[in-house]
């Protein structure tokens, strides 16, 4: 990836596989973010965004262990943060509410979840 096109953006990582949030904070990083987390728990994502003033999107795997991560989804949003989900699951298992933000299924390659949270990002400010 060439220039850092996240430069200057605060990203919020929830995602419960250790490799994939390692590798993915690695490919942000590069582009020239700062990365809050990972975190793969619920408990800890939404900790971590009510201790976290300052938050320009989050990249939220739908499923963490189990338990869905819309609670803290619920939290950005109250926030005005934009939201990338990656999942496994095609848009159905998506709640209503959250139906139209955008969506990477996974497996999907770090440079197009880096355009998508840099378009979400972009978009919101």
Known sequence: MTGAPLRGCRLLVVEDEYFLAQDLRDHLTAAGATVIGPVGLIDEAVALIVATDAIDG????????????????????????????????????????????????????????????????????
């Open 58 to 125: 989050a990249i939220l795997d739908v499923n963490l262990q189990g338990e869905p991560a819309f609670p803290a989804a619920d939290l950005l949003t109250a926030r005005g943060v934009p939201i990338l989900f990656t999942t496994g699951y095609d848009g159905d298992a998506m709640p209503e509410r959250y139906r139209h933000m955008p969506r990477c299924e996974k497996p999907v390659p770090a440079a197009t979840v880096i355009r998508a949270i840099g378009a979400a990002v972009r978009g919101g400010r």
